[in-house]
């Protein structure tokens, strides 16, 4: 079992900067594909980032140059680094922990932290 805690959401305004932080509790972190998710109010809810066990990343494209997203596996957690940010990055960011071992799927959620970009 891995339990997830997001922090460092916030009120922000537009051009400014958060870091969201991850806390993995549990074993064997470092096996784990990480990643972030936002939902907006009255929207899906969708990818940001994800990062490999390896430390491959990938982005939706409406954040590429912006986010980055990186992984302390000795601190089993996981960062979002969001530079320029936009209003329509406002949403719920979630961090989800996903790994396939054994035919078996272990995936888990946090319980979100909200961020607001507005002037």
């Known amino acids: 079992q891995v339990q997830l805690v997001e922090s460092g959401g916030g009120l922000v305004q537009p051009g400014g900067s958060l870091r969201l932080s991850c806390v993995a509790s549990?074993?064997?972190?470092?096996?784990?594909?990480m990643g972030w998710y936002r939902q907006a109010p009255g929207k899906r809810r969708d990818v940001v980032a994800v990062?490999?066990?390896?430390?491959?990343?990938n982005y939706t494209d409406s954040v590429k140059g912006r986010f980055t997203i990186s992984r302390d596996n000795a601190k089993n957690t996981v960062y979002l680094q969001m530079n320029s940010l936009k209003p329509e990055d406002t949403a719920v960011y979630y961090c989800?922990?996903?790994?396939?071992?054994?035919?078996?799927?272990?995936?888990?959620w946090g319980q979100g932290t909200q961020v607001t970009i507005a002037s």
């Open positions: 989800n922990a996903d790994r396939t071992l054994w035919r078996v799927r272990n995936n888990y």
């Open positions: 549990g074993k064997s972190f470092s096996t784990y594909t």
């Open positions: 990062i490999t066990s390896g430390g491959s990343a």
